[in-house]
């Protein structure tokens, strides 16, 4: 798959994509894994739920439903726009190389 940066994407792309907190929160998270730019469904889920309990400023209900989005909705979603690699079967996420989010960073 050819990666993109945002900046490679349409403007109403780029604002659908970006408009939802957890689709931001996985660009955000892979950028600064721990163990480089990939990571497992597994550990998103619970770096996401470790960021909303910090910080409250969303519900998203039980663990097994937020996996269940990322895994369905928001992953294969930044994954068709070119923003990173899906691995579905193997449940692992990847930013690539080279890949840089171009947008500003208050957008993400």
Not at 24 to 36: D, E, H, K, M, P
Not at 78 to 90: P, Q, T
Request: net charge negative; aromatic share 2%.
């Amino acid at each position: 798959m050819n990666l993109q940066t945002v900046s490679d994407i349409d403007e109403t792309t780029q604002h659908r994509l970006l408009a939802d907190e957890q689709r931001r929160f996985v660009i955000r998270s892979l950028q600064t894994a721990r163990n480089g730019v990939d990571m497992t469904l597994d550990e998103i889920t619970a770096h996401l739920e470790r960021a909303v309990e910090r910080t409250g400023s969303e519900q998203i209900g039980s663990r097994r439903d937020l996996r269940c989005r990322l895994h369905h909705v928001h992953l294969p979603m930044l994954a068709a726009a070119g923003l990173l690699d899906y691995d579905a079967k193997e449940k692992r996420v990847s930013l690539g190389a080279p890949w840089a989010v171009t947008a500003p960073a208050e957008t993400l």
